[in-house]
Structure formats: C-alpha cells, structure tokens
C-alpha cells in the first residue's frame, strides 16, 4: 500500500526528515511513536501533499505509484486520508455542506456518480450515530465551537464516508479524555480492512491499548530508528524515548 524509500524533506532551511525508509502492506495498521520534534507530523503532512514542505531526496509510493509530484486533492482522491492533530474551525461553512462536497469531489474525480441528497443523508446518519456525532454537531459549522472530542469525532466521521485505502491519524488522541478516546478509537477499528491501512502516529501507548497495530516505529531525528511488534510500544512507555535520541544523535 504505502512504500517511502530514503525520504528526505526540509521546511526552509531546517532539515526534518533526513532518510525515511517505511513500508506498510495492504491491510496492516502501523503505529508511529517518538519524541516531540522528530518529525511524525512532518510526515504525516508530506505524505498527504500539504504545501510547505519541500522533498530533496527520496521517494513515496503508493499503490505503486509515485506520488511526490500528486497535489493534495489528487492523493486524497486516490485514498489517502489524514485526520489532523488539530483540526481546523471553518465558520460559515456546514459540517453537512462540507461533508457532501467533499465526498462528491473526491467520486467525481475516481469517475463515480454523485450521492444524491437522500443517499448521502442515510450514508451520514449511519456513520453519525456510531460516533455520537449528534445531528446538533452536524448542523453547526465545521468544527466551530466543537470540544476536542467532537472535532476529533468529526475526523473520524469524514474518514468513515470517504472510505480511504490510506488513513493517516496524526496524534489523534491529542486532547482526548477516557470517554472521548474510546468512542474514537471503537470508530476507527470498526474501520479497519484487509483493503485499508493504516498509520497511527502517537506519543503514548494508551492510544495503541485501543487501535492495537500490527508493527510499531520508532521515529528519532528525522528517521525510522527501530520497529518491532506491538510490545515495543509498552517498552517506550516504560522506558521513555532518551536512548533513541542519543542514539540518533
């Protein structure tokens, strides 16, 4: 699904990620965990094509296809998906009217006929109420007003009807409280596929107790410094990211 062959990429003059080397079969959730500063988001936003961020060196293949020279919404229409650490607030935009356009943008450019009103209610309505996104949240606009959680939701609601081949979740239990990070969590392994990937990125381990991956990386200094099973997780849990740092250093 996902193959980045020696990935180097630099935001003005600094330097961020200084050799990536990932694969991510078709199916398989993959975890990412590191220190602040290593450059997790860096790539979760070079692999989604946000502007900003310059590739020196380097490759990203996905479904075997180059992808560096892709703009944003061609990757997003070709399936891959990134729910932002962060999500933005959008006044004067509907959550509802955002999720419509979005979604027939991206069957419009795949070739795919329109949702019409009706079939994109019922989609909605299905997909909301598994996340407790209630129809009040969906009236309002996007995101504005919304607590952590709900934004947080509302990611995961977009990812649920727009079926990607690629989710990227960058440091989505950011912000969560138990409650939140379970119902998030529940949305996002109802998700899972043998025809889906996944890349988790995440400071802590109590997020992979929910969204157990099939490998974890350790990213140190712009690289993949170690990847092993999911118990490499609870190993940086208890032992902290100090000996990767200084061994990256």
């Known amino acids: 699904m ?9 935001v003005g003059d600094r330097q961020i990620l200084r050799g990536v080397d990932l694969v991510v079969p078709t199916g398989e959730v993959h975890a990412i965990m590191g220190p602040n500063g290593s450059g997790k988001s860096t790539l ?9 961020y310059d590739i020196t060196e ?13 703009p944003a919404e061609e990757r997003a229409a070709a ?13 004067g935009v509907a959550t509802m009217t955002f999720l419509k356009a979005a979604l027939n943008a991206q069957r419009k450019a795949r070739g795919e006929a329109e949702l019409t009103t009706p079939d994109f209610m ?3 309505k299905v997909a909301a109420e598994k996340l407790n996104v209630t129809q009040e949240m969906l009236r309002r606009p996007l995101n504005v007003g919304f607590s952590g959680g709900e934004k947080k939701r509302n990611e995961i609601l977009q990812m649920a009807l727009l079926e990607p081949k690629l989710a990227i979740l ?3 239990d950011s912000g969560l409280d138990i409650d939140a990070l379970r119902v998030v969590s529940d949305g996002v392994n109802a998700l899972r596929s043998p025809n889906r990937s ?12 929910h969204i157990v991956p099939d490998v974890v990386h350790v990213m140190s200094a712009g690289r993949i410094v170690r990847s092993g099973g999911p118990e490499l997780a ?7 990211y100090a000996g990767y740092v200084e061994a990256a250093a």
């Open 2 to 10: 996902l193959e980045i062959r020696n990935l180097h990429a630099s």
């Open 44 to 52: 979760s936003y070079v692999l989604s094509g946000r502007d900003g």
């Open 58 to 70: 380097g490759e990203i293949l996905f479904d075997g296809k180059e992808i560096i020279d892709m």
């Open 79 to 91: 399936g891959i998906f990134l729910a932002f650490q962060y999500p933005l607030e959008i006044p």
């Open 122 to 124: 019922r989609r909605v």
């Open 170 to 172: 960058d440091e989505t």
């Open 198 to 209: 996944m890349l988790v990125i995440t400071h802590y381990q109590r997020l992979l107790d």
């Open 234 to 240: 609870l190993e940086l849990e208890a032992n902290g």
